[in-house]
């Protein structure tokens, strides 16, 4: 990866993913100076192929209630050369897939397990 000292050079490792085949994000926001630099993806696929793209070896889950809804953040992180890269997805999850909060990739889990 090159250094990630300019806006053009962030927005570069973006379009050099989306050059790739992969879903452009459906939000993108790089900080100021360009310290940290987020996507949020629309499902697990997008994500795993974000992460697996940047390499993230950092990963963390958190469920929340959001006013009644059950949700879950799947974070996964690098940091190259001092910036500070996130892809999220965040999903409702119903209490009838209460599995899917207990692993962290829901899609490891066998059809008869679900």
């Not at 250094?3 to 790739?20: K, M, S």
């Not at 974070?75 to 999220?88: K, P, T, Y």
């Amino acid at each position: 990866m090159t250094e990630l000292a300019t806006r053009a050079q962030a927005f570069g490792l973006i379009a050099e993913g989306v050059a790739a085949g992969l879903t452009a994000p459906w939000r993108l926001y790089l900080a100021r100076g360009c310290r940290y630099l987020s996507l949020s993806v629309g499902d697990r696929t997008e994500w795993n192929a974000w992460r697996t793209h940047l390499g993230c070896p950092e990963l963390s889950v958190r469920v929340y209630d959001a006013g009644g809804e059950i949700r879950r953040s799947s974070v996964a992180e690098v940091v190259l050369d001092g910036c500070r890269i996130s892809v999220e997805l965040v999903e409702e999850v119903g209490t009838d897939d209460l599995d899917r909060l207990l692993v962290a990739d829901p899609t490891t889990i066998e059809p008869e397990e679900r």
